[in-house]
């Protein structure tokens, strides 16, 4: 444990912003730097949106986990952006979880590359639940995550469980995001879930667009961005649960959910969950 902690202190960038902590910062947490802020300050420049779409990512989320635990799944692999501080207490994704199952409680297991998010997960939640697991792991690397040994024997391979693909971000190369899917679905059981959900620049208007990949290369080189017709195409085969591939605020809103409630396009995210037979 000491040794993995010093290795992901050496990791540690703050000069550089990252998508997960870009995330946190928005949501108002504090596992962020001046850079991530900074960048923030820099797209609201351009339009005034980033912390608004951030709260519909957020809300998303908890949707999509307080959905799948209604049907009873009660164990679920979030892989990446799953841990932003900005969440009220009690109101994490695995608080999530257990609020909305009545007959089991869950086993959640948060996979995270970013040093910061993963030093204040492992503080602040793994101490205090023996539900959840905080455990190191890029997307980029699909195989080494789902042979992890926490992920191994902390969840039951014989019951459905939900996978939640939040940092597609991270996948520039279309044929390993195939991989990528693919492989979630060879090993998880029968009857599981796997939510996906993609950046895109599909409602920006034309004449920002140039600007807008000027300063994604320079603030997040290397961000994959999607149009609706590739999302389409990576989840060709998967059956998506109603109501199929969305702007995020679209997912199954309810009354609590308002982050761009009146224009769904401002959160910048497509959002879809799909059965796994």
């Given at each position: 444990?000491?040794?993995r902690?010093?290795?992901?202190?050496?990791?540690?960038?703050?000069?550089?912003?990252?998508?997960t902590?870009?995330?946190?910062?928005?949501?108002?947490?504090?596992?962020?730097?001046?850079?991530?802020?900074?960048?923030?300050?820099?797209?609201?420049?351009?339009?005034?949106?980033?912390t608004?779409?951030?709260?519909?990512?957020?809300?998303?989320?908890?949707?999509?986990?307080?959905?799948l635990?209604?049907?009873?799944?009660?164990q679920?692999?979030i892989?990446?952006?799953?841990?932003?501080?900005?969440?009220?207490p009690?109101?994490q994704?695995?608080?999530?979880?257990?609020?909305?199952?009545?007959?089991?409680?869950?086993?959640?297991?948060?996979?995270e590359?970013?040093?910061?998010v993963l030093?204040?997960?492992?503080?602040?939640?793994?101490?205090?639940?023996?539900?959840v697991?905080?455990?190191?792991?890029?997307?980029?690397?699909?195989?080494?995550?789902l042979?992890?040994?926490?992920?191994?024997?902390?969840?039951?391979?014989?019951?459905?469980?939900?996978?939640?693909?939040?940092?597609?971000?991270?996948?520039?190369?279309?044929?390993?995001f195939?991989?990528?899917?693919?492989?979630?679905r060879?090993?998880?059981?029968e009857r599981?879930?796997?939510?996906?959900?993609?950046?895109t620049?599909?409602?920006?208007?034309?004449?920002?667009?140039?600007a807008i990949?000027?300063?994604?290369?320079?603030?997040?080189?290397?961000h994959?961005?999607?149009?609706?017709?590739?999302?389409?195409?990576?989840?060709?085969?998967?059956?998506?649960?109603?109501?199929?591939?969305?702007?995020?605020?679209?997912?199954?809103?309810?009354?609590?959910?308002?982050a761009?409630?009146?224009?769904?396009?401002?959160?910048?995210?497509?959002g879809a969950?799909?059965r796994i037979?």
């Amino acid at each position: 444990m000491r040794q993995r902690a010093i290795r992901n202190l050496a990791k540690l960038e703050m000069t550089q912003a990252r998508a997960t902590r870009i995330l946190d910062a928005a949501a108002g947490g504090k596992n962020n730097f001046v850079a991530d802020r900074a960048v923030i300050n820099r797209y609201d420049q351009a339009a005034p949106i980033t912390t608004t779409a951030a709260r519909a990512v957020l809300e998303y989320l908890r949707r999509v986990v307080r959905h799948l635990a209604g049907q009873g799944v009660d164990q679920f692999v979030i892989v990446g952006s799953g841990v932003p501080s900005g969440l009220p207490p009690g109101r994490q994704l695995h608080d999530v979880a257990r609020d909305a199952l009545s007959a089991s409680v869950p086993r959640v297991v948060y996979v995270e590359n970013d040093p910061m998010v993963l030093a204040g997960a492992r503080a602040t939640i793994e101490p205090v639940t023996d539900l959840v697991r905080v455990v190191e792991g890029d997307v980029r690397e699909i195989d080494e995550i789902l042979d992890d040994r926490v992920l191994q024997t902390f969840l039951d391979w014989d019951r459905p469980m939900a996978v939640l693909l939040l940092s597609t971000h991270s996948l520039n190369d279309d044929e390993y995001f195939h991989y990528v899917i693919k492989r979630i679905r060879q090993v998880v059981p029968e009857r599981s879930y796997l939510s996906v959900m993609q950046t895109t620049f599909d409602a920006i208007p034309a004449e920002l667009l140039p600007a807008i990949h000027d300063l994604l290369a320079m603030t997040l080189p290397g961000h994959a961005i999607r149009t609706r017709e590739e999302v389409e195409a990576l989840l060709e085969g998967l059956v998506l649960v109603e109501p199929g591939l969305v702007w995020v605020p679209e997912w199954r809103p309810d009354d609590h959910d308002i982050a761009c409630a009146d224009q769904p396009s401002a959160s910048g995210n497509y959002g879809a969950v799909a059965r796994i037979p």
